[in-house]
């Protein structure tokens, strides 16, 4: 069956009235379980997926799609307005709109972001409708590729601490410490666990990331507003044409960039956003603004997350590969209906596939229409005064962190990291590596291990992949050509003094 037709056959089955309503009802869970930090999409679609056996199929699948895919949009509203990641990825996001919204342009940063985020999912659903089978590039990618691309998106992330790379080498230490902490993946040897049987399964990423973003900031934000009163300021709502200028090459690269990291199955979610926000950086003319309130800064990484969001279904789809926990839990659901994801599902039973894929188009545009009317309604959270909303804030960290996995030991992982994300937000050391490296960890020493095991021990066939090479020397790019770039421009700007002084002298001569 062509693209078009297929499409065609999707939408009639995802316009019925109902298909429809439980279309709406994923988009407003998603957002609710973006907003709640902690309760991820896979503990949501998980408690969902009994409930597909009374429903269907069809708009079970579609509930738990859009629920997946909307809780970008709903991470990004406490990102933005509380400095709390609903989501991981949302940190990328937080860096430079919760400083939007300090400066009063909360609403601005808002609506940038999620017009952002459907311009994000729409190209990359039109991506998944044409370009699908490029996820069998995927199949080129072994341990040793894998390894270059984490070593990457490293890189990338620590090239967020500005001049301050040296603390930024240092937290993303600190963040690979945390995340080999439990089993040895090769001995099943525990490492690091103090004997705590908890620790087995590691430090949970959920707990840390709203410890240490989360609870820091509201720590900040007690010590300083008690003394200051307001909270912020709500400022107008509508987005400046120079805000949309400059957000424009954002969102297209953003949409690029989440797009064809989503086709990797196993694909570093995180890295697509911040890899996104580390490329605005470089490239913007504004780079002073970037962590004070930079569009930029929140335009590429809405745009990446979803269109990764969507993109990461394509790998399940055509291959039956699940590349993260809630695309595992999806294709439990086709499984448990008797139906096949991979290429076999769009032989057997197309309308189910086409309904999916429909669904994405629908339920984006859903979402872009609930968003920009509920502006003042989100931005009226700033109205509510800190010490309640301190009380209430940390009452959901509290218990996000706790429904993660049902484990009272995650809320003092998260007083723990906040203590620690507090101190060392006073010593101006950035965040983000951490976060990073916790997710990228265990998958860099899992593929250097197997890598390395593969080739008898040889480091050398690291080089011996194209891709992985590839990978390892940007990685090397991004440390020595911005400093390489700086010494040429220090010397240039120094030449015309020296060639203006040669000159006098030989006039005076």
């Known amino acids: 069956m062509d693209p078009f037709s297929g499409l065609l056959l999707g939408f009639e089955q995802v316009l019925q009235p109902m298909n429809l309503l439980y279309a709406l009802l994923g988009c407003v869970l998603g957002m609710m379980v973006g907003i709640l930090p902690g309760f991820g999409p896979p503990a949501a679609t998980a408690l969902l997926l009994p409930v597909t056996f009374v429903i269907g199929p069809i708009p079970g ?15 990004t509203i406490t990102a933005v307005l509380l400095n709390v990641p609903g989501e991981p990825s949302s940190v990328a996001t937080m860096l430079d709109g919760f400083p939007m919204a300090n400066q009063g342009r909360g609403g601005q940063a808002l609506i940038i972001a999620a017009v952002a985020s459907f311009v994000g999912g729409l190209f990359a659903t039109i991506g998944m409708v044409f370009a699908a089978p490029l ?47 439990g089993l040895d993946p090769v001995l099943g040897t525990p490492r690091f666990t103090g004997d705590i049987p908890f620790f087995f399964d590691g430090i949970n990423l959920a707990a840390l990331v709203m410890g240490l973003f989360g609870l820091s900031e509201m720590l900040i934000g007690l010590e300083e507003r008690l003394s200051k009163g307001k909270l912020t300021r709500i400022g107008r709502i509508a987005p400046r044409r120079q805000d ?13 960039i989440g797009f064809f990291t989503g086709l990797l199955p196993g694909n570093p979610g995180t890295a697509s956003a911040f890899g996104s926000y580390a490329l605005e950086k470089r490239l913007s003319k504004h780079k002073e603004e970037f962590g004070r309130g ?17 993109a990461t279904m394509i790998p399940m789809f055509v291959l039956g590969v699940p590349s993260s926990v809630t695309m595992a839990i999806l294709m ?26 429909a669904s994405l188009f629908v339920g984006n545009l859903i979402l872009l229409i609930m968003n920009v009317p509920l502006i003042r309604v989100w ?100 440390f020595v050509v911005p400093p390489a770039i700086k010494l040429l421009q ?8 020296v060639n203006a002084s040669n000159h006098t002298n030989n006039m005076s001569h």
């Open 294 to 310: 930079a569009v930029e800064g929140v335009a590429g990484p809405e745009s990446a997350n979803n269109s990764l969001n969507v």
């Open 490 to 497: 220090r010397r240039n700007s120094q030449n015309p003094v």
């Open 332 to 357: 439990g659901a086709f499984i448990m209906h008797g139906l096949t994801p991979g290429p076999l599902l769009f032989r057997d039973n197309p309308d189910v596939a086409w309904a999916i894929i």
């Open 135 to 181: 996820a069998t590039a995927a199949l080129a990618f072994g341990p040793r590729e894998y390894f270059g691309l984490t070593i990457f998106a490293l890189s990338l992330v620590v090239g967020l601490s500005g001049r301050h790379v040296i603390k930024g080498l240092l937290s993303a230490v600190i963040g690979l410490s945390i995340g080999i902490v």
């Open 61 to 75: 699948i579609i509930m738990m799609a859009a629920i997946f895919y909307g809780s970008a949009y709903g991470g």
């Open 244 to 256: 949309w200028v400059r957000s424009a090459g954002p969102i297209g690269r953003g949409t690029i």
């Open 379 to 478: 931005l009226f959270v700033l109205r509510i005064p800190y010490s309640i909303l301190f009380a209430v804030v940390v009452g959901l960290m509290a218990i996000g962190a706790y429904v993660v996995d049902g484990a009272p030991f995650n809320i003092l992982i998260l007083a723990v990291s906040g203590v620690v994300g507090y101190i060392m937000r006073k010593l101006e050391m950035p965040l983000a590596p951490i976060a990073l490296t916790m997710v990228l960890g265990a998958m860099i020493e899992e593929n250097l291990i197997r890598s390395l095991l593969l080739a008898d021990g040889r480091i050398s066939t690291f080089t011996q992949s194209p891709l992985a090479l590839a990978f390892l020397i940007g990685a090397v790019c991004v």
